[in-house]
């Protein structure tokens, strides 16, 4: 069955850094798109980085550009994708999810599927 499990959450002073894991287990997800949103309590799920199914190409939302980095590993049946959070804002503080997406461009969340539960990160001013 088609599971995400996101990690790596926490809370962190404004400035901070922190690292975001998901792990995408079954045989078909590197050939996927994968994608990060997050959203803030009351606010829209939005998409804040995605990585083609090669790594090769990469999108972040203009809030986190050059804060943020995404990078993925695939192995055989699991596809391990990274969130590299630097500098971060309290307007970072945000449930962070992973999703997947056969088609690039796409940015709204109702175009990716296979949600994973998400990971809570907090950032102090």
């Known amino acids: 069955q088609a599971q995400l499990v996101e990690s790596g959450g926490g809370w962190v002073q404004a400035g901070g850094s922190l690292r975001l894991s998901c792990v995408a287990s079954g045989p078909n997800y590197k050939d996927f798109i994968m994608g990060w949103f997050r959203q803030a309590p009351g606010k829209e799920r939005i998409l804040v980085a995605s990585i083609s199914q090669s790594g090769f190409s990469t999108y972040y939302e203009d809030s986190v550009k050059g804060r943020f980095t995404v990078s993925r590993n695939n192995a055989k049946d699991t596809v391990t994708v990274y969130l590299q959070m630097n500098r971060l804002k309290p307007e970072d503080t945000a449930v962070y999810y992973c999703?997947?997406?056969?088609?690039?461009?796409?940015?709204?969340?109702?175009?990716?599927?296979?949600w994973g539960q998400g990971t809570q990160v907090t950032v102090s001013s």
């Open positions: 999703a997947v997406n056969a088609n690039w461009g796409l940015t709204r969340s109702s175009d990716f599927g296979y």
